[in-house]
């Protein structure tokens, strides 16, 4: 199953086939992905015939929703466009000045040729004046590219001290890979899965939150999406907001302001996992029959406590596990220090049909 995505930590790329595969066994005809991400599940969950509603709270996952899930203009809209873009000389802007690098310099997350070509084709996108659907293509097959080109460990937190080999290309917009169906009733929603998770109608809901760290000494802030990929919202909004800190982040993603709950190592006051707690209350609140969820050795709650939770909404349940090779990330930079890696990662799906 082809799908397209940024690097990104936690995407399910390699687990796909299996999650299609449970929906396939259960006859599901729509699906909520209540983390979408990547939307990489979506798409493979679309490929395969289901109806998706595809929900995260970030802007960037909310872009690419609308790229791979809404899109009905054929590729030969695309491409003038596409060429138009390439074509335009770079120019210094404020992506320049902040994240751009020259060849000399060091910690940058991109080359200054890199980021004048951003600077100028992010500008026009806007004059473009396209509908939703259009520019959100054209701004995936933007992040795409300059995702190619980039100089970090695969977030925007710490940048490489010597340039990544793939810093040196010129990056370029391609096509993202399109789904052409003749029916297109899928739904893309930017929010807090609680809010909208009680609102759905689907047979299915699949659920990959972010895992959080099992290490108290790690903190919360090392794990955080928005923090993560600080620079896609940037793009997306193109907003030049206030920057903090080495990496700069935006000043609205900093650990105060926007720590997901899922993220949370701590126990609240009654005793228990606060990212568990979490986990309970988007079970019990899903009106959906059937729900899987994602979830990891590496994750605040241990496969024993889900099993536990999990017996007591389900009618039924059943647990597909997955081994593999931690993550480039985790492998190659200081989380090692926490990480499980002895045991490696294993992912583990739990399916569960509600009671
Ligand atoms: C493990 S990743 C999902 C990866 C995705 N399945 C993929 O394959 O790309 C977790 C996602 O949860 C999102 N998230 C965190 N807290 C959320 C919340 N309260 N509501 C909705 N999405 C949330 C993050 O933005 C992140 O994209």
């Known amino acids: ?12 790329k390699a687990i796909i086939p299996s999650i299609l595969e449970i929906c396939t066994k259960l006859q599901v005809k729509s699906a909520f992905d209540g ?6 599940v979506s798409q493979g969950l679309y490929k395969i015939g289901i109806q998706v509603h595809s929900n995260d709270i970030s802007d960037w996952s909310y872009i690419f929703g609308l790229c791979y899930l809404k899109n009905s203009k054929p590729a030969e809209f695309y491409e003038p466009l596409l060429e138009h873009l390439n074509n ?3 120019k210094s802007g404020w992506f320049s000045e902040n994240y751009g690098g020259m060849e000399s310099d060091e910690k940058k997350i991109w080359q200054i040729h890199n980021t004048q070509k951003l600077d ?3 500008e026009e996108i806007e004059r473009l004046r396209l509908d939703e659907v259009a520019r959100a293509v054209l701004l995936t097959s933007l992040i795409l ?3 190619k080109v980039d100089s970090s460990l695969g977030h925007h937190t710490s940048y490489l001290k010597k340039w990544a080999p793939r810093s040196f290309a010129t990056m370029k917009m391609v096509l993202p890979k399109l789904i052409s169906v003749s029916e297109n009733k899928n739904k893309v929603i930017r929010g807090d899965v609680f809010d909208t998770v009680k609102n759905i109608s689907t047979d299915l809901a699949y659920f990959d939150p972010p895992y959080g760290s099992s290490n108290e000494k790690m903190p919360p802030s090392r794990v955080r999406y928005a923090s993560y990929y600080h620079l896609w919202t940037t793009i997306i909004r193109n907003d030049q907001p206030k920057l903090v800190g080495a990496a700069k982040r935006r000043q609205d993603v900093s650990d105060v302001v926007a720590t997901s709950v ?8 009654s005793g228990k996992f606060i990212a568990l707690e979490a986990i309970e209350q988007l ?3 899903t009106p959906a029959p059937y729900i899987v969820l994602s979830y990891s050795n590496q994750g605040r709650a241990t496969r024993d406590n889900l099993v536990e939770l999990i017996s007591s909404y389900a009618r039924a349940f059943s647990i597909v596990e997955h081994n593999h090779k931690s993550h480039v990330m985790r492998s190659m930079c200081w989380t090692k220090n926490w990480a499980n890696l002895e045991e490696g990662t294993k992912e583990y799906l739990f399916v569960l049909n509600k009671k």
């Open 88 to 90: 335009l000389p770079g």
């Open 1 to 12: 199953m082809q799908t397209e995505g940024i690097k990104y930590a936690g995407s399910k």
């Open 283 to 285: 079970i019990r609140l």
């Open 120 to 122: 100028a084709i992010r």
């Open 262 to 269: 899922f993220e949370e190592f701590r126990r609240s006051e």
């Open 145 to 147: 590219a300059m995702d």
């Open 35 to 40: 983390f979408a991400g990547t939307t990489r």
